[in-house]
């Protein structure tokens, strides 16, 4: 009787190719989507995590403002004034190479060894080229070969809609060359000068002590907030997963087209 039912599945296959063909192809289609959709899920947030961990650095705590950003003069009294000198000032933006967008960074080079070493491995004489020269950066290496870029290539970027031309003068490597895709480090006023930003920054990157953290509370001006990198993290991390929800909610679409199609061609075949 098992022989019997084989033989006949057999010739059916062989009489009906296409409609075995299209079913195959309608699971097929279906168990792709989903699994197409769950790995660029879990791929976002892991490269979003390793992103924010290499930004971030050792921090331990970040001074951010609103809208306005955080005056220059107020860095200046952190350091001088109330002697927190492990801290570091931000400035970032966007801009656009193409049809795609660069995070723009702008640093500190004097400030940045207690935190992160973005720029480790390129010499000692690209701290002072990004001080000294003009619209230098560093560009991601990742990023650079996509574009087919090399050190001493000109970048032509748009700043809020207005052209803008970089010179690269080293490639970001680093342990972990994903982490740093789509990014472009620059000194701080030329980040400044890009982004519109003159005399104002973004963020203060700190390492405190209990004892600092208390000292700089007391002397925090109105308008200006101090939070530990994870709060800002986790801000983020919430933007990602309804990001995610959303790939989600398509994906079950997609499995809902592809039980259509498979429930059709059964129909049919039947």
Known sequence: MRGLLLRSALRHMQRHPWQIGLTILGIALGVAVILAVD???QSARHAFLLSAESLTGRATHQII????GIPEDFYRRLRMDLGLRQSAPIVEGLVEHG???LQLIGVDPLAEAPFRQLGAGLGQGVAGQLLGQPD??????????????????SLHVRVAGQPAELQIIGLLQGDNPAMLEGLLLADISTAQELLGRSGRLDRIDLILDPTEVELLTQNLPPGLRLEVPATRTRVMAEMIEAFQTNLSAMSLLAMLVGAFLIYNTMTFSV
Request: hydrophobic residues 45%.
């Open 39 to 41: 790995l660029a899920n």
């Open 65 to 68: 403002a609103g809208p306005t």
């Open 99 to 101: 049809i795609e967008r």
């Open 136 to 153: 230098s950066v560093l560009l991601s290496g990742i990023t650079a070969a996509r574009h087919g870029i090399a050190t001493g290539d």
